[in-house]
């Protein structure tokens, strides 16, 4: 029961760094469009921060409510959405606006935010995977005993 706490824990942690990550620790491209508007970074940059946000409270609320397991489902998914949806993998997009990364290799989301998401990611989404793994392995310590 421990493990599994401390990985909830982590996966938490993880998802607070994936919410910190487009802004602040390896920010986006600040530039703007020709237009005026922001690139398609930036709007990456807000989807990345929102679904840290609901790693941490998916991995949160696996932590102390019911249905664990469902939770850190949610959780490894809202994580894997952060590399899917930059990447193009899975569109998101309004009239006026796009998700993705800038084309330019040399731009700070290709060459600062995508390599950090490129190892954070898949942490966090392991973690989840083995919280899952342990939880149904360990199927005795998820109950309590009663004497």
Not at 3 to 25: D, E, H, R, Y
Not at 77 to 105: F, H, K, Q, R, S
Not at 107 to 126: D, F, G
Request: charged residues 10%; glycine residues 6%.
């Amino acid at each position: 029961m421990k493990a599994q706490k401390l990985l909830l824990w982590l996966n938490a942690g993880l998802g607070a760094v994936l919410a910190l990550t487009p802004f602040i620790l390896f920010p986006v491209c600040a530039e703007l469009r020709p237009d005026g508007t922001p690139m398609k970074c930036w709007y990456s940059g807000i989807f990345i921060t929102v679904m840290g946000v609901l790693t941490v409270g998916f991995s949160l609320m696996a932590l102390w409510g019911k249905l664990p397991a469902v939770f850190a489902l949610l959780s490894a998914a809202a994580a894997l959405m952060c590399w899917l949806v930059p990447n193009g993998i899975v569109t998101i997009a309004g009239e006026t606006w796009a998700c993705g990364l800038c084309a330019d290799p040399n731009h700070a989301c290709r060459a600062v935010t995508s390599p950090a998401l490129a190892v954070i990611v898949p942490l966090a989404v392991l973690v989840s995977v083995f919280f899952l793994v342990l939880r149904f392995v360990q199927p005795d310590a998820n109950k309590k005993r009663t004497r």
